[in-house]
């Protein structure tokens, strides 16, 4: 499977990470090299095999519903870039 | 006595004990030993106060008798556990000034049994290398060299910085984590052991993720004792981490008997890749006769799905990472971008994880999004968990069979240079797993052990693959490995 451009700018905007217009053809290159190593699970039998889920079967542990931690405004939001007034800010989201 | 700094756990832990020394003096001993490596770049936040306290508490505990085993035994911990108001930045410029209001799990329980830390260590970022040259630290330097030549080499990745300074004796012992070899290949570039326990044993909570499915931390120590001592004090269950296991720790440590006579050790044929240097191949002939000498036998065993490890790891490695490395928005904690006249937020995500995120992250997040992406989601993530299903399975049968643990090398060759992979595929660096990465996929606890030299003098390990939750047993093997291949050697100190 080879990747394009257009697809790996498509790629780049989905992982939300900003990749230079002439940056592009060298990160297709580079993610079409790696997809072709993976290529090579296509040669593998996997009819009627059911994926991975863990080590030795175990049943999803449940806790009670009830809040156990909390009520600590300021060390959540102690490491934010840009804290105001008890919220974390960012810049305008809706015109 | 050798220098305190050079003690193994089991050493410290009794003459602690019977009051030849202390846990402030041992503290002090790794903090000069430390103030004066820092051409090996391991400590990349030393914390000597918190060292110092957390010492003199522990003589407290230790003079007051009934003091565990790992109380007042200094050690290094790796980048990506979060420590209450340490740096804890997985070696990423875009967590760049975190101090986490919490501890992790693991490093909470070693700090109860009066463990003391003395401080955070590199590696590469959020644990993606092999080399730890994607570190935003640069590199750790391996404290060995090729002879006479002074050329730095990696002393492995991730837990780059952890194996440096065990082998180098700035500490007693490290935490590490192992996603797909992080322990075990950096353990067997440095001449140290390194365990990656069972999916499960050890909780994850805390620690940066990486690839959640494969992500365990362990101990990379001087010796199979102090790895058995430390991994009970790291492991056990725990409510905040629901993929961690309900059972009890057993005293591994115990397990140590030095007796393995008829147990059946599997060599796996698929392990002998093409182009394996004769020196590996040399290493693994003479473990597996170690082995047969204490009485073990040793079986030819088959585990066919083998060679698609690394294409599976890959595909799902990436793809939890992709998902988990969504949180580094320029939120909540790290690093933001400065943004120009005008930028929303899909700009202000974008130029954040642009210079927050190293090349190599920055690749596999985007390898993760593509195959977890609309239209490939059948054709590359679930053909891989299905094919890593077949590779567990290969284990389950060679168990089945009767195999009590499986010996193969630890990595397809030793240290290598830093900086001369810097222009091969990243492929090529993939590579460095292919011994390793099968482990993960299926779930089972894996041991490096050193077992020699190369040519150059460098050092060489051989992994024991044992049997889900068998650890004591595993350990044992390695016990076994160890005290047979007889490793005392040293690295030569330059720094």
Redesign the interface.
């Known amino acids: 499977m080879s990747i394009d451009t257009d697809t790996a700018r498509r790629v780049a905007h989905l992982a939300r990470i900003a990749v230079k217009e002439e940056d592009l053809p060298a990160l297709a290159q580079e993610l079409s090299g790696i997809l072709t190593f993976m290529e090579q699970l296509n040669e593998v039998d996997v009819e009627g095999v059911e994926p991975m889920t863990s080590v030795t079967p175990m049943r999803l542990k449940r806790r009670a519903d009830a809040v156990t931690d909390g009520g600590y405004p300021d060390k959540v939001l102690s490491n934010a870039p840009d804290a105001r007034e008890g919220f974390f800010a960012v810049p305008k989201v809706v015109e | 006595m050798s220098a305190l700094n050079q003690l193994t756990i089991a050493e410290a832990r009794d003459a602690l004990r019977k009051g030849e020394t202390t846990a402030t003096d041992l503290t002090a001993a790794c903090l000069s030993a430390i103030e004066a490596a820092g051409a090996l770049n391991a400590f990349v936040h030393p914390t000597p106060e918190i060292a110092m306290d957390q010492a003199r508490a522990a003589d407290d505990r230790i003079a007051a008798g009934e003091a565990p085993a790992m109380c007042g035994i200094p050690l290094g911990i790796k980048d990506l556990f979060c420590t209450k108001g340490v740096p804890s930045q997985a070696a990423s410029r875009i967590l760049q000034?975190?101090?986490?209001?919490y501890e992790s799990t693991v490093t909470q329980q070693l700090f109860d049994a009066g463990a003391v830390m003395l401080g955070k260590l590199n590696m590469d970022e959020f644990a993606m290398g092999s080399s730890n040259e994607s570190a935003c630290y640069g590199p750790a330097v391996n404290p060995w060299r090729r002879g006479n030549d002074t050329a730095p080499l990696t002393p492995g990745g991730s837990s780059g910085g952890s194996a440096a300074a065990v082998a180098a004796d700035l500490c007693l012992a490290a935490t590490g984590t192992d996603t797909g070899g992080s322990i075990r290949q950096p353990a067997a570039f440095t001449g140290i052991v390194g365990i990656k326990p069972?999916?499960?044993r050890v909780s994850r909570w805390g620690i940066v993720a990486f690839a959640s499915s494969l992500d365990q931390a362990g101990p990379m120590t001087k010796t199979v004792r102090d790895a058995a001592i430390m991994l009970g004090a790291m492991a056990g269950p725990d409510?905040k981490d629901?993929?961690s296991?309900?059972l009890p720790v057993p005293d591994f440590e115990a397990a140590l008997t030095g007796d393995i006579r008829g147990r059946k050790i599997g060599i796996p044929r698929e392990y002998r890749m093409e182009g394996m240097p004769a020196e590996i191949e040399a290493l693994w002939h003479r473990g597996a006769e170690m082995l047969r000498d204490a009485g073990a036998e040793i079986v030819d065993i088959s585990l066919p799905?083998t060679?698609?490890a690394?294409?599976?790891y890959?595909?799902v490695a990436p793809a939890e990472a992709?998902s988990n490395l969504?949180r580094y928005?320029?939120?909540?904690?790290?690093?933001?971008a400065k943004?120009a006249q005008g930028?929303?937020?899909?700009?202000?995500?974008?130029?954040t994880?642009?210079e927050g995120?190293g090349k190599e992250v920055?690749?596999r997040?985007?390898?993760?999004?593509?195959?977890l992406?609309a239209g490939f989601y059948d054709a590359?993530y679930?053909?891989?968990?299905?094919?890593?299903?077949?590779i567990?399975r290969d284990f389950e049968q060679a168990f089945a069979a009767g195999i009590d643990a499986i010996l193969t090398p630890a990595t397809p060759s030793a240290a290598f240079g830093l900086g001369e992979m810097a222009d091969a595929?990243?492929?090529a660096m993939?590579l460095n797993d292919v011994f390793t990465v099968t482990v993960n996929?299926?779930?089972?606890p894996g041991i490096a052990v050193p077992a020699g030299l190369d040519a150059r003098g460098l050092p060489l390990g051989l992994q024991l693959i044992g049997r889900?939750?068998e650890e004591g047993d595993l350990l044992n093997h390695a016990f076994v490995l160890e005290r047979a291949a007889g490793f005392v050697s040293r690295p030569d100190k330059w720094w």
């Not at chain 2, 930028?343 to 130029?351: A, F, H, Q, R, V």
């Open positions: 000034g975190f101090r986490p209001e069972t999916y499960g409510p629901s993929t296991a309900d799905h060679k698609y690394l294409p599976a890959y595909v992709s969504a928005d320029g939120v909540r904690y790290g690093h933001r943004l930028d929303g937020i899909t700009e202000m995500y974008e130029k994880r642009a995120f920055q690749r997040v985007m390898i993760g999004t593509y195959v992406s590359y679930n053909r891989a968990r299905k094919v890593r299903a077949l567990k595929d990243p492929v993939y996929l299926a779930g089972l889900p939750w």
